[in-house]
């Protein structure tokens, strides 16, 4: 495991004491440990056999049951990547959602040539602009952003407010169009971006995130000597 969360529920800790060994990993201090399991995101739990090849991971947190479940499932092949790329293989009915796991997987594993090729195949094999076609749009543009490729992230944004106008979609990707601006460093633009969030979705939950940024953009933390 890559991370730095402890363990308190009782039925985690009886699973590792019981079950399966355990071994935590600070990534952003041990890199190169980070680096060889392409770690982008935490917290990160990396199941790993005997030799140590990755057989799947859990990336952010679950609930106990869930959580223990999943990695039973993984242990008995269930679920994990290699599981679903023989589905897709064999053309199961769920193709679109096992396609976007599969697609999922591959991204948080740094393999975002296969993830976007697999959210590609989405788009195309049903609805363009249903919920799933959706998603695959916003995990697109994400991965965009994540390259730091902005031009991209923010070309994929703009086409998802248009073609999603009206809809959570073109919310989020408004959000994150302020977001992306932000991050390359356009705090002119990125201002005027979270401005037109609040202006279009008053009633947002994301509303006190987006009035922070502009604070912290127009009134920056000053360094000190």
Do not use: C
Request: glycine residues 6%; proline residues 3%.
């Amino acid at each position: 495991m890559l991370d730095t969360v402890v363990f308190i529920d009782s039925q985690v800790v009886k699973f590792f004491s019981d079950e399966m060994i355990l071994a935590k990993f600070n990534a952003e201090v041990d890199t190169a440990l980070a680096r060889q399991y392409r770690v982008s995101a935490f917290p990160t739990l990396v199941m790993v056999d005997k030799e140590g090849t990755e057989i799947d991971r859990i990336v952010g947190y679950m609930a106990p049951d869930a959580f223990v479940k999943q990695l039973r499932d993984y242990a008995q092949g269930i679920g994990t990547l290699d599981d679903l790329l023989r589905k897709a293989q064999n053309g199961v009915d769920s193709l679109r959602r096992i396609s976007f796991e599969i697609a999922d997987k591959y991204k948080y594993r740094g393999g975002n040539d296969e993830a976007m090729s697999w959210f590609k195949k989405i788009i195309e094999q049903g609805d363009a602009h249903d919920s799933l076609s959706g998603e695959a749009r916003m995990a697109i543009a994400d991965l965009f952003r994540r390259d730091k490729d902005y031009m991209k992230a923010l070309v994929e944004y703009a086409s998802i407010m248009e073609e999603f106008n009206g809809r959570p979609f073109a919310r989020d990707a408004e959000m994150w169009t302020a977001i992306v601006y932000r991050q390359k460093g356009d705090t002119a633009t990125a201002i005027g971006a979270f401005e037109d969030y609040i202006r279009h979705y008053p009633e947002s939950e994301d509303v006190k995130y987006a009035r922070e940024q502009i604070e912290r953009l127009k009134n920056p933390p000053k360094n000190k000597h």
